[in-house]
């Protein structure tokens, strides 16, 4: 079955740039849509934003002038780059298949990687 | 921006109980509403997509229901590996999450 693994540093310094990388296993990256979520320590899910294998995003609209996600699928892996981080980007940070229609539910979730944002 | 309200925010019940969560829509979502259990420690468990279908592996003891704004997961008799917290989801422009809804154990 299809397995999702995020990986990056867990701490990241104020100002610089949040790099995570998510490695698609026991299946084919392509025909679907790729999701980063995060949560805040003690707080509800946000979702960050989506890549299409195909290479089309959306981003949350909050983060946007902040956030690049790209794919590579002879890796089967997408990454997620978040700039000028604060200690208010410090979560847990998820990635999750989106269904390959319309990206309306997300089937499968990694176990999440925790960034902490602190000098 | 589509926003999701979930209530009750914390629902205290006993284990057989059955368990009523509500998700309102600020604007119709059509059926395009999953929802979500998290529990501590792990990653959100995909339960109901398209409002009303369970996901694979699902107990039938969860249900989904609704349409438009209004939106509904039914728990039917609560195991003990239900106290969690649950959010709704839904997709429009762009993907947003209800604040969950916390079932805890009475």
């Known amino acids: 079955q299809v397995q999702l693994q995020e990986s990056g540093p867990g701490l990241v310094k104020p100002s610089e740039t949040l790099s995570l990388t998510c490695t698609v296993s026991?299946?084919?990256?392509?025909?679907?849509?790729w999701n980063w979520i995060r949560q805040p320590p003690g707080k509800g899910l946000e979702w960050v934003g989506y890549?299409?294998?195909?290479?089309?995003?959306n981003y949350n609209p909050s983060l946007k002038s902040r956030v690049t996600i790209s794919v590579d699928t002879s890796k089967n892996q997408l990454s997620l780059k978040l700039s000028s981080v604060t200690a208010a980007d410090t979560a847990v940070y998820y990635c999750?298949?989106?269904?390959?229609?319309?990206?309306?539910?997300?089937?499968?979730w990694g176990k999440g990687t925790t960034v902490t944002v602190s000098s | 921006e589509i926003v999701l309200t979930q209530s009750p925010a914390t629902l205290s019940l006993s284990p057989g109980e059955r368990a009523t969560l509500s998700c309102r829509a600020s604007?119709?979502?059509?059926?395009?509403l999953a929802w979500y259990q998290q529990k501590p420690g792990q990653a959100p468990r995909l339960l109901i997509y398209?409002?009303?279908d369970r996901a694979t592996g699902i107990p039938a003891r969860f249900s989904g229901s609704g349409s438009g704004t209004d939106f509904t997961l039914t728990i039917s008799s609560l195991e003990p590996e239900d106290f969690a917290v649950y959010y709704c989801?839904?997709?429009?422009?762009?993907?947003?999450f209800g604040g969950g809804t916390k079932v805890e154990i009475k």
């Open positions: 999750a298949r989106g269904d390959h229609y319309y990206n309306s539910y997300m089937d499968v």
């Open positions: 026991g299946g084919s990256i392509s025909s679907y849509y």
């Open positions: 890549i299409y294998y195909s290479g089309s995003t």
């Open positions: 604007q119709s979502v059509s059926s395009y």
């Open positions: 398209a409002a009303s």
């Open positions: 989801q839904q997709r429009s422009n762009w993907l947003t």
